[in-house]
């Protein structure tokens, strides 16, 4: 599996490529703000897009979601207790001075354990509430995909409606810690980093930082 980023929008977010080599099926993670350059993506590599996954229903992170999905015919999947943010799209915009549409129904619910087959590639599914109700990591043997949870140096904000810090920092210790020192950790925002890395430098994980960050 090989896999690519494109950071957008004025959050500087990143959409995800999962890329199956064999096939050119592609697992989105996180279409954000600037479709044009997610479709430019697809279209220079050629990519089989064949599931988009919302990680978590910030608008950041499914600005484009109907826009792929016109474009490529992929179903959107979310995890279901962030339902009530991902159909405040327009709302969330309008926090921001932006002018958003609904996005278009989800088409499957995801949950914790589920597996998501691209071409002859696979990710696992894991609910890592705390960010968001609803936020959903996906991993395989060496890498993960964690969105707004957990970021070099950093975890996400838990300000916002659903959040929760003590759930955050439960999440980040029981189910993205216990994947392994070795795991590589790609965020929705900033560098990818290690669980290693974050063990020894992070400082809401060595306990030095009381609260949360702004992110
Ligand atoms: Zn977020
Ligand atoms: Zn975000």
Redesign the pocket.
Known sequence: MRFFRVTTGVFQAHTYFLICEQTRQTLVIDPGEEFDAIADAIQKERLDVVRIVVS?A?L??FWSAGALRDMTGAPIHLHPADDFLYTQLPEQGSWFGFDLEDAPPVEVYLKDGDVLTFGREQVRVRHVPG??PG?VMLYNETDAWV??CLFASSV??VD?PGGDGPTLINSIEERIVTLGEHYRIHP?HGPSTTVARELDDNPFLTGRLPGMSRR
């Open positions: 978590h910030h950041d992170h960010h968001s936020h969105g707004d996400g904000r916002l929705g």
